[in-house]
């Protein structure tokens, strides 16, 4: 049974930098890619990154500047690193298996993100 | 980047009654056009892929048509359980993009 669970600090202040991580179960990293998500408060989705199952990753150029995407497959695990942090950048994320190819078929329930001093 | 526009906003449903959602691009996309189901406090779900393709563990009552810049996604039957957002993402043009969704409420 695949299942993706995102964890984070909730709470960060501006200019900070993000630390999520994305722990994965029933599915390896090294056949697997996985996609990081966002969606701001009243906002639609916007795609963030993936790190691909061999390692390279992509990220989307609105944000690319600040974003950096990892994994530690011995622990099933994705981290995502956004620096910079601002009041635009409060959201739930979101960790996704990309299925096919850029679909997404398992998600994560989310982790809430507020930017704020 | 390609814009997915979906409407309605909102829609009042009654348990029972057929609806159709729509999400239309701002550029054609063919058929590269998946939708999603997202309740809160829950995952996102998949429910269609390349915008008519079922996937499997979903209720047969959802389907969906489309291709090139107009998709509509057909919820027959609906259940209270359907009470949600609902979200279309297009993945032919870089980068993948969402639409705003349409939230699902009842009557």
């Known amino acids: 049974q695949v299942q993706l669970k995102e964890s984070g600090p909730g709470l960060v202040q501006p200019s900070q930098t993000l630390s999520l991580t994305c722990t994965v179960s029933g599915l390896s990293l090294t056949s697997n890619s996985v996609s990081w998500i966002r969606q701001p408060p009243k906002k639609g989705l916007e795609w963030m990154g993936v790190i691909w199952s061999n390692g390279g990753t992509d990220y989307n150029s609105a944000i690319k500047s600040r974003l950096s995407i990892s994994r530690d497959t011995s622990k099933s695990q994705v981290f995502l690193k956004m620096n910079s942090l601002q009041t635009e950048d409060t959201a739930m994320y979101f960790c996704?298996?990309?299925?096919?190819?850029?679909?997404?078929?398992?998600w994560g329930p989310g982790t809430m993100v507020t930017v704020s001093s | 980047d390609i814009v997915l526009t979906q409407s309605p906003t909102t829609l009042s449903v009654t348990p029972g009654e057929t609806v159709s959602l729509s999400c239309r691009a701002s550029h054609s996309i063919g058929t590269s056009l998946h939708w999603y189901q997202h309740t809160t406090n829950e995952s996102p779900r998949l429910l269609i892929k390349?915008?008519?393709q079922s996937i499997s563990g979903i209720p047969s009552r959802f389907s969906a048509s489309g291709s090139g810049t107009d998709f509509t996604l057909n919820i027959n039957n609906v259940e209270f359980d359907d009470v949600s957002s609902y979200f279309c993402?297009?993945?032919?043009?870089?980068?993948?993009?969402f639409g705003a969704g349409t939230k699902l409420e009842l009557k």
């Open positions: 993402q297009q993945t032919q043009s870089w980068p993948n993009t």
């Open positions: 390349y915008a008519s």
């Open positions: 996704a298996r990309n299925g096919g190819y850029w679909y997404f078929d398992f």
